[in-house]
T-cell receptor, first 115, second 114 residues
Framework: ETGVTQTPRHLVMGMTNKKSLKCEQH?????MYWYKQSAKKPLELMFV???????ENNSVPSRFSPECPNSSHLFLHLHTLQPEDSALYLC??????????????FGPGTRLTVL | DAKTTQPTSMDCAEGRAANLPCNHS???????VYWYRQIHSQGPQYIIH???NNETNEMASLIITEDRKSSTLILPHATLRDTAVYYC???????????????FGKGTKLSVIP
């Protein structure tokens, strides 16, 4: 139990569906991250938020839309996904961004399958 | 592009110490050594990190050589739950935009055997 929870744990969706992934951290951290992990690419950073503000978007397609209403919650809204978007989506948090010794704590991930 | 090399796999008997080596011969003076692990179908889990001194926490010990070109992660009494892929990575001391990504290599698959 890392203090970072993600729901749902598994999601199957069609290419025309709209769904959202939810992440919540109970650690009092200020920074939150979305990662994608697939067999082809081990770990890809998608978005970074610090104090609710997006600080990094690593050229993620617009069919992925993040939302960070407060420092404890992070969402990833999904629409018109492609089968190649099937992967494990991981949320992480860290105390801050300013010092790299702020280790990232990961949630269990959402296993997404796009049909 | 990972800057570390690790053995592909290792076995360890349950209850014995697991010693996982990592080479990071190109590490610079302003980079930490971090260890994470990932149990099958779960998110990565932070274990420990260090700069140049040896470190110990409730999970493991980290031994860094004096020249900092290699390190060893020690799980003192391995259990079946420690079966996972272990990743050794280097990260800059001073982070900034573009440095938040955790770049895992292939890691070491540790199998703890009953």
């Amino acid at each position: 139990e890392t203090g970072v929870t993600q729901t749902p744990r598994h999601l199957v969706m069609g290419m025309t569906n709209k769904k959202s992934l939810k992440c919540e951290q109970h650690l009092g951290h200020n920074a939150m991250y979305w990662y994608k992990q697939s067999a082809k690419k081990p770990l890809e950073l998608m978005f970074v938020y610090n104090f609710k503000e997006q600080t990094e978007n690593n050229s993620v397609p617009s069919r992925f839309s993040p939302e960070c209403p407060n420092s404890s919650h992070l969402f990833l809204h999904l629409h018109t996904l492609q089968p190649e978007d099937s992967a494990l989506y991981l949320c992480a948090s860290s105390q801050d961004l300013g010092f790299s010794y702020n280790e990232q704590f990961f949630g269990p991930g959402t296993r997404l399958t796009v049909l | 592009d990972a800057k570390t090399t690790q053995p592909t796999s290792m076995d360890c008997a349950e209850g014995r110490a697991a010693n996982l080596p990592c080479n990071h011969s190109t590490i610079s003076g302003n980079e930490y050594v971090y260890w994470y692990r990932q149990i099958h179908s779960q998110g990565p889990q932070y274990i420990i990190h260090g700069l140049k001194n040896n470190e110990t926490n409730e999970m493991a010990s980290l031994i860094i050589t004096e020249d900092r070109k290699s390190s060893t992660l020690i799980l003192p009494h391995a259990t079946l739950r420690d079966t996972a892929v272990y990743y050794c990575i280097v990260r800059p001391v001073y982070s900034g935009a573009g440095s938040y990504q955790l770049t895992f290599g292939k890691g070491t698959k540790l199998s703890v055997i009953p």
